[in-house]
């Protein structure tokens, strides 16, 4: 257990940082690429600290699973994927919603953490929620663009298109994934 909170730790420490002003002074230190290099390899470590660390994390429940938070979940995980499917793209998704990517995040933890009641998953997915929330609240964005610009539809259908290719290729190797079958 202690190498996925060490994981949780590192992973989200670093993407704490864009929201400070540490960033623009690591920047002026270190210069933009080396800025970047460092921050995803600090965040890769993290990452794979996670999965060790929560591959290998003794299973504790805390509480059974809700009811049909598995139908839950795979009614709203699509749209989750979308979201963090839309994020780098312009289209009128990101007309509406500002942090496509953070809501798919946030939408992902919610419906994890009602279908896995145990310490590991309870410390995994609840600490990407909070996460997206911090950042949702702390970033200078705000969540409704007042943007009248309207763009076209094929890039809206190919992010839903995408989004939903993903879902499916996540569904069909979540076991290999998660170590979670979906039947």
């Not at 257990?1 to 590192?10: A, C, K, P, R, S």
């Not at 794979?48 to 509480?63: M, T």
């Not at 909070?130 to 259908?157: E, G, Q």
Request: glycine residues 6%; without cysteine; charged residues 15%.
């Amino acid at each position: 257990m202690n190498l996925l909170i060490l994981g949780v730790i590192i992973f989200f420490s670093i993407h704490l940082v864009p929201i400070f002003p540490l960033k623009k002074v690591l920047i002026n230190q270190l210069g933009k690429n080396k800025y970047k290099g460092l921050f995803s390899l600090i965040a890769l470590v993290g990452l794979l600290v996670i999965i060790y660390g929560y591959k290998n994390a003794d299973f504790y429940l805390i509480w059974d699973s809700f009811p049909y938070s598995k139908e839950i979940a795979l009614a709203l995980m699509p749209i989750s994927i979308v979201l963090i499917a839309a994020t780098n793209i312009q289209t009128n998704i990101k007309r509406f919603i500002k942090h496509p990517m953070l809501i798919g995040i946030l939408i992902w933890s919610i419906v994890h953490l009602f279908a896995n009641g145990d310490l590991r998953s309870i410390i995994l997915f609840s600490s990407f929620g909070v996460y997206a929330l911090i950042n949702i609240v702390f970033s200078k964005k705000v969540l409704i663009i007042k943007d009248t610009k309207n763009f076209t539809l094929t890039k809206d259908i190919l992010v839903i298109i995408i989004g939903l290719v993903t879902y499916i290729i996540i569904l069909h190797f979540h076991q290999y994934i998660a170590g979670v079958e979906i039947s």
